[in-house]
């Protein structure tokens, strides 16, 4: 079966094309990364930091985040996935690939793009937790209230957004749309079932 991707690249498809509007531009996002780099800055002056990047959907904001942190610190990758595909999360979670480094006595950040059900975050916060770090705290680009189905601590949070089926800055419709440089919303004819 041809991946979506070279269904894409066949048609010359426009990615813009499929967006029904603008959401977030590039400007209200690295707006709102600054500050979130400063109040990181704040915090952790002095001390030690490791971001824990999930991939895959955060990496454009971890890229654009650790260059508005003026402290040292470290970074990392872990991997999930939520069984099942499409637009809904199943509320299984299993590690794809886990981190590098020991975090015992660290004090660490897990870096998201977005907050849906709360289901990998939750997760994720139960094992890293089970391994000692000095502190855990969390920092997700975007937060969808409305979907949540378990509680989950986020510390900061920069954008709360309407529960839309959003892409772009890392966010992905099936591995699609990660490079678009703002968060869009996908035309509901895009993922509706014919
Ligand atoms: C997204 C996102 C979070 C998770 C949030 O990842 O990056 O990790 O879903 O959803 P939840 O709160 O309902 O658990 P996804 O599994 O789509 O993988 P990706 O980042 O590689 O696109």
């Not at 904001?61 to 099942?84: K, Q």
């Not at 089970?130 to 920092?139: C, T, W």
Request: proline letters at 3%; hydrophobic letters at 40%.
């Amino acid at each position: 079966m041809a991946s979506k991707i070279a269904e894409f690249a066949k048609k010359k498809q426009s990615l813009h094309g499929d967006i029904d509007h603008v959401l977030l531009n590039e400007e209200q996002i690295h707006t709102r990364i600054k500050e979130l780099g400063a109040a990181v800055s704040k915090e952790y002056a002095g001390k030690d930091l490791l971001l824990v990047s999930v991939l895959k959907g955060s990496i454009v904001f971890m890229a654009d985040l650790v260059r508005a942190i003026e402290v040292p610190h470290e970074i990392d990758f872990m991997a999930t996935s939520s069984y099942g595909a499409g637009t809904q999360s199943t509320g299984v979670v299993r590690i794809l690939k886990d981190l590098n480094v020991s975090i015992t006595g660290r004090n660490l950040v897990v870096v998201e793009d977005i907050i849906d059900s709360g289901h990998t975050l939750s997760y994720l916060l139960r094992i890293l937790q089970e391994r000692q770090p000095a502190s855990l705290r969390v920092m997700t680009l975007l937060d969808k209230p409305e979907r949540r189905e378990v509680d989950v601590q986020v510390d900061w949070i920069g954008f709360s957004i309407p529960n839309e089926f959003v892409v772009g800055y890392g966010l992905d419709y099936g591995e699609v749309y990660r490079n678009l440089p703002y968060i869009g919303v996908l035309k509901e004819e895009v993922y509706a079932t014919k």
